[in-house]
């Protein structure tokens, strides 16, 4: 019984890390967009970014994508509201990693989608996971509401809404 107690607080810690790890670098990744922190471009900048892929009005694009980033990280970094983070994280870094880096293939070396696939597959496996004794959602007792269908559902329209951003794409036509 004392090895299961021991399991289940380095679950808890283990979880506890790779959420904040996770969770406060995809923030700080947003802010870098949004507000120009941490060495970012700022907002005026990443809109012009998203207006040369297709994504108008740029500016538009950028601040909800920004906002998704730092609100995905937060949730992720807190525990709270099981699958919601994870799914918005899944969801920006689809865009991310067709949008921008999909063209260059797998490797962040050559700005491959190396990055973003390992933000939403770990945003995908914290939320089929769960987020741990050490989070907000189980000190509110919010835990025991999500279930598997649940999280699989909201993984899923999470996915679906990066599609659709996609599908929002108006790239230009070549000269």
């Not at 700080?28 to 507000?35: R, V």
């Not at 870094?93 to 491959?112: D, E, P, Q, R, T």
Request: proline share 3%; aromatic share 8%; net charge positive.
């Amino acid at each position: 019984m004392q090895n299961l107690v021991l399991n289940v607080a380095q679950l808890g810690a283990g979880l506890l890390i790779g959420r904040l790890v996770l969770g406060l670098l995809m923030a700080a990744h947003g802010a870098q967009k949004l507000f120009g922190w941490f060495g970012g471009h700022g907002l005026a900048a990443t809109g012009g970014f998203f207006d040369t892929m297709g994504f108008r009005p740029g500016r538009l694009f950028a601040t909800l994508a920004s906002a998704t980033e730092i609100a995905s990280g937060l949730l992720v970094a807190l525990g709270f509201l099981g699958p919601i983070g994870p799914a918005l994280m899944v969801a920006v870094m689809i865009v991310a990693a067709v949008s921008v880096h999909g063209k260059n293939g797998l490797f962040a070396a050559a700005n491959g989608f190396e990055v973003p696939l390992l933000y939403g597959a770990g945003a995908a496996a914290l939320a089929l996971t769960g987020f741990g004794a050490y989070s907000l959602d189980a000190v509110l007792g919010l835990q025991a509401h999500v279930t598997p269908a649940l999280t699989v559902g909201v993984l899923a329209i999470g996915a679906i809404g990066g599609v659709a951003n996609l599908l929002a794409r108006r790239p230009q036509a070549a000269a």
